[in-house]
């Protein structure tokens, strides 16, 4: 029901596009976000967006990366710029309660794409 696509290789200093299909429904008091997974750490959330378009961002990625939606297009997207080389990991979509969304509380799991920044 969440489709990533967008990942791929790219030089620090780059940027990369992900995007998010849903078609699962977003409930109240829940959100659509962005986790990612490094080699060998636990799951973390990298941002959220609510259906009325507030947003949150883990700190690390403040400022480098922004998160949008087309409701019309069931479509949420996260713009990555400045990458660095710890950006490197699975990216995941996802939809579970917010703000904040912790990976526990997350509901529907997308299947993943890799991120690598050399």
């Known amino acids: 029901q969440l489709v990533e696509s967008g990942g791929g290789s790219v030089q620090a200093g780059g940027s990369l596009r992900l995007s998010c299909a849903s078609i699962?429904?977003?409930?109240?008091?829940?959100?659509i976000g962005w986790f990612r997974q490094r080699r060998g750490t636990e799951r973390e959330r990298v941002a959220a967006i609510a259906p009325g378009g507030t947003t949150d961002f883990e700190g690390v990625v403040k400022g480098r990366f922004t998160i949008s939606q087309d409701k019309d297009k069931n479509m949420v997207y996260l713009q990555m710029n400045n990458l660095l080389p710890e950006d490197t990991a699975i990216y995941y979509c996802?939809?579970?309660?917010?703000?904040?969304?912790?990976?526990?509380?997350?509901?529907?799991w997308g299947q993943g794409t890799q991120v690598t920044v050399s």
């Open positions: 699962a429904s977003v409930r109240a008091g829940h959100c």
């Open positions: 996802a939809i579970g309660l917010c703000f904040p969304m912790w990976a526990h509380l997350v509901r529907i």
